[in-house]
């Protein structure tokens, strides 16, 4: 199952540089998607979300962009920090259902 | 600012054996859920949980795995009969509404099958 992919397992970044994590899915009838981070030996800690009715949403450092027809969703971070490296999950919610279907995530390190 | 937290952080069991893996989501939350991931592998949904009975299940979720809401305050997976390849990381996580609305993770409760 493989409704939601993210292919880049690993991105390294310089500091202050612009990160950007990218998620594609494959089912139209997801309207709702969120990004995770997630540390070592801790859970998933919410980051940002987008409705499938806007194309961009941001929170401060964090944007994410949605592409319907493309059905794609990027995440920038920018400034990049040391603190952001962990891994980032790409997630999606849609139709009657209200479980989340992960991305296999990928590793950011933010270099000094 | 609330969380969601699990007990215990790890739990190391024989093959056969029942476990009851525990979680307290944060207080005014409605919706609750468990996830797993086993190692190397994606976050994967189980069971979603509201108004005291099971809303959604995957099919992973077999007979062999049951969840509770004993109280006000606690949510609990069980799993009857643990087999090696129950082995993962289990995460409880709750939401204020369904659907659209975040859901928020405890820190995950690590479950080995020896």
């Known amino acids: 199952d493989q409704q939601v992919k993210q292919n880049s397992p690993s991105l390294s970044v310089q500091e202050g540089r612009i990160s950007i994590l990218n998620c594609d899915y494959t089912?139209?009838?997801?309207?709702?998607f969120l990004w995770y981070k997630k540390y070592p030996a801790e859970g998933p800690t919410f980051l940002i979300s987008i409705s499938s009715i806007k194309d961009k949403n941001e929170d401060g450092r964090f944007t994410v962009f949605l592409n319907k027809s493309a059905k794609h969703l990027s995440l920038h971070i920018v400034p990049s920090q040391p603190g952001d490296s962990a891994v980032y999950f790409c997630a999606a919610l849609g139709g009657a259902t209200n479980k989340l279907i992960f991305g296999t995530g990928t590793l950011l390190a933010v270099q000094p | 600012e609330p969380e969601v937290t699990q007990t215990p952080s790890h739990q190391v069991t024989q093959m056969g054996q029942e476990v009851i893996l525990r979680c307290v989501p944060i207080?005014?939350?409605?919706?609750f859920y468990w996830y797993r991931q086993i190692l190397g592998q994606k976050v994967e949904f189980l069971v979603s949980f509201y108004n005291n009975e099971i809303s959604e299940k995957s099919e992973i979720f077999d007979d062999q795995f049951s969840v509770e809401r004993p109280d006000g305050s606690n949510f609990t997976l069980k799993i009857r009969s643990t087999k090696l390849e129950d082995s993962a990381m289990y995460f409880c996580?709750?939401?204020?509404?369904?659907?659209?609305?975040?859901?928020?993770f405890g820190p995950g409760t690590r479950l080995t099958v020896t």
């Open positions: 207080s005014n939350h409605l919706y």
């Open positions: 089912n139209s009838m997801f309207d709702y």
């Open positions: 996580a709750s939401s204020e509404i369904l659907g659209g609305d975040e859901q928020y």
